[in-house]
C-alpha cells in the first residue's frame, strides 16, 4: 500500500534541540511555541483523516497563538462500483495546491509554502500513497473536480485549501474531499497571526497530517465494516483497532483492540502494523492499570519480541522504535529506553508520545529541569490524545523534583480534570499542596488518595527511581510533602508500589 508514496525532500521536521547546558528549568519558565495543539491517530497501520480540524485548532486549550474558527466532519459514504477511485490505494491522497485568496500575487509563496509542507507530513503517514509535489501543482490555479482528479492519479483523497490574509491574521481554509462521492468529509477554518507564520507554518502542517492520520483511519474503518463486515483483512482490522485506540478509556476497550491486532496478526503475521499495535497493547502502559496486572514479566517479554521482529521487517518504524523504548523504560534499563526512544524521534521529530517519553526519562534519571520543554511539546502536538493527562502529569513531577511546587499544582490540575480517579495524579497533588503549605486542599487530594486506594502508603523507595539525584529530589520534595499531608508510611515488604 505504501509503494510509489512520494515524499519531500526539501522541508525537514522542525527542530527540537534542548541546550546544552541548560539551567533548571520550570514548566513556567519554558518558552511555549508559538501555536499549539494537535490530533493524531494513525501511522499505526495508516492514517485517519477526519482530525484536521483538530490538528489545525486545538491550540486554543494550551497556547493561543491560533485559533480554529469552524470544524465540519461529515460522515462519508461507501464507494460504488462505478466510483472513479474504486482500486485506488486505501490511503491514497493528492493535496492540492492551496489558493491564495489575498489577491496579492506577492503573497501567492505564503500558500505554497504551506502546501509544501503539509504535503511533505502527510508523506509520512505509515502506508499513505501521496501524490508528488510537483504532479499536485499542475492542478494549480485550475478548477478543480474530486471524481476528475481521483481518477486521473488513482487517489480516494483530496486535500483543498485557502489562505487569505489581513493586515493582522492569516485564514486557512482546509477541506478533506471523497473521490467517489465527491463529498466533503471534513472541513476546517483556522485563523493565524500574521507575525507569526513563519514560526507556525511548519506546525500547522505537522498538526493537519496528525489530524489526517486520525480521521482516515476512522473513515476507512467505517467503510471496510458498512461494505464488507463479513470479509475483513488484516489491515481492515488494524484500521479498526486504530480508530478504536484513540477512543479508548477503559480497560475493556483496550481489550477489544488488543484481539483486532490479535486478529490481524491471525490472518497475516507478518504485518508489522499490527505486530506494534499488538505489543503496544500487550504492554500496561496506563499505570493505573498495572496493579491488576499479573504477569507483567511475561507480557513484556511478548511484546519485546513482537517490537524487534517488527524493527527487522521494517527498520525505519518509528512506532516500533517507541514501542521498544517503552518496554526498556518499564524494564528500568533507562539509557536502552533513551537510545531507542531517540531513533523513533530521528525518524519522526514530531512523534508527540516519544517526546513525553524523553522527558519522563530525564525525570528519572536525575534530570528534571530537561523534561518540561519535551512534554510541553508532546502536548501541542497532540491535543487530543485520549491519555494527555499523563503528560501533565509528567510536567508536574518534573515541577515538584524542582521545588516548583506552584507550577506542579497547576499541571495536577489539569490532569486530575481529565482523569479525576487517577491515582498517581492525586498522590503526587497531595505532596505538592502539602509541600506548598495549603494544608486544606493536601487534606482534600488525600482523601481522594484513600477513596481510591484505601491501603495506600507512602514507597519509601521507588524500583522506579534508581538514579541518586532523582532519589534525593523524590525525598525531598515527594516523600516529605506525603508525609506532612499525613499519609502514612508503607510497612516493610519485599517490593514497594511505583511513585
Known amino acids: 500500500m505504501g509503494e510509489g508514496r512520494k515524499r519531500s525532500g526539501t522541508l525537514g521536521s522542525p527542530s527540537r534541540a534542548l541546550p546544552k547546558k541548560p539551567r ?4 513556567s519558565e519554558v518558552a511555549l511555541p508559538p501555536g499549539w495543539r494537535r490530533p493524531s491517530k494513525i501511522a499505526r497501520t495508516i492514517a485517519t483523516i477526519a482530525a484536521i480540524g483538530a490538528v489545525l485548532g486545538g491550540v486554543v486549550g494550551y497556547w493561543n497563538a491560533y485559533r480554529t474558527v469552524s470544524t465540519t466532519v461529515l460522515t462519508p459514504t461507501g464507494p460504488t462500483a462505478t466510483s472513479p477511485s474504486v482500486n485506488a490505494a486505501r490511503l491514497s491522497i493528492v493535496v492540492l495546491p492551496f489558493t491564495n485568496l489575498s489577491g496579492n500575487p506577492s503573497e501567492e509563496y505564503v500558500a505554497d509554502a504551506i502546501t509544501d509542507q503539509v504535503t511533505s507530513q502527510v ?5 499513505s500513497f501521496v501524490i508528488a509535489r510537483n504532479t499536485a501543482f499542475t492542478y494549480k490555479g485550475k478548477p478543480s473536480d474530486a471524481k476528475a482528479i481521483g481518477n486521473e492519479l488513482g487517489v480516494l483523497y483530496v486535500l483543498q485549501g485557502s489562505v487569505s490574509q489581513s493586515e493582522a491574521r492569516i485564514v486557512v481554509n482546509t477541506q478533506l474531499v471523497d473521490t467517489r462521492t465527491a463529498g466533503v468529509i471534513w472541513s476546517n477554518t483556522l485563523e493565524v497571526k500574521k507575525d507569526q507564520l513563519d514560526s507556525v507554518r511548519r506546525e500547522i502542517a505537522t498538526r493537519l497530517a496528525f489530524a489526517l492520520k486520525e480521521e482516515l483511519f476512522d473513515v476507512e474503518a467505517r467503510r471496510a465494516i458498512a461494505t464488507h463486515p463479513k470479509d475483513l483483512d488484516a489491515q481492515d482490522l488494524v484500521m479498526q483497532a486504530v480508530a478504536k485506540r484513540y477512543r479508548a478509556k477503559t480497560f475493556e476497550d483496550y481489550d477489544e483492540i488488543y484481539k483486532l491486532y490479535g486478529k490481524a496478526l491471525a490472518l497475516d503475521p507478518h504485518d508489522v502494523s499490527a505486530l506494534v499495535g499488538h505489543a503496544f497493547i500487550i504492554v500496561p502502559q496506563w499505570t493505573s492499570w498495572r496493579s491488576s496486572i499479573t504477569n507483567l ?13 517488527a524493527i ?5 518504524n518509528a512506532d516500533a522504535h517507541f514501542g521498544l523504548a517503552q518496554v526498556r523504560n518499564l524494564q528500568v534499563r533507562y539509557g536502552e529506553a533513551m537510545a531507542e526512544n ?4 530521528e525518524l519522526d521529530p514530531n512523534y508527540a508520545a516519544a517526546l513525553a517519553l524523553k522527558g519522563l526519562l530525564y525525570t528519572l534519571t536525575g534530570k528534571a529541569e530537561l523534561a518540561v520543554e519535551p512534554n510541553l511539546l508532546a502536548l501541542a502536538l497532540s491535543p487530543r490524545e485520549p491519555r ?14 524542582l ?3 506552584q507550577g506542579a499544582i497547576e499541571w495536577y490540575e489539569k490532569a486530575r480534570a481529565l482523569a479525576p480517579t487517577d491515582l498517581e495524579t492525586n498522590v503526587f497533588l497531595t505532596a505538592a499542596y502539602a509541600q506548598l503549605g495549603d494544608m486544606h486542599n493536601a487534606s482534600e487530594a488525600k482523601t481522594r488518595v484513600l477513596e481510591i486506594n484505601p491501603a495506600f502508603e507512602i514507597p519509601l523507595r521507588s524500583p522506579r527511581v534508581t538514579n541518586a539525584i532523582a532519589q534525593e529530589q523524590r525525598e525531598k520534595h515527594f516523600v516529605q510533602g506525603l508525609l506532612k499531608a499525613g499519609l502514612p508510611l508503607e510497612k516493610p515488604r519485599t517490593s514497594s508500589p511505583k511513585q
Open 342 to 345: 531517540n531513533v523513533a524521534l
Open 388 to 401: 494527555r493527562f499523563v503528560w501533565m502529569r509528567n510536567i508536574g513531577q518534573a515541577d515538584l523534583y
Open 123 to 127: 508523506s509520512k503517514i505509515r502506508g
Open 312 to 316: 527487522a521487517l521494517e527498520p525505519n
Open 403 to 405: 521545588g516548583n511546587y
Open 24 to 27: 533548571p528549568r520550570t514548566s
Open 297 to 309: 514479566d511475561q507480557r513484556m517479554g511478548e511484546a519485546e519480541k513482537e517490537y524487534t521482529e
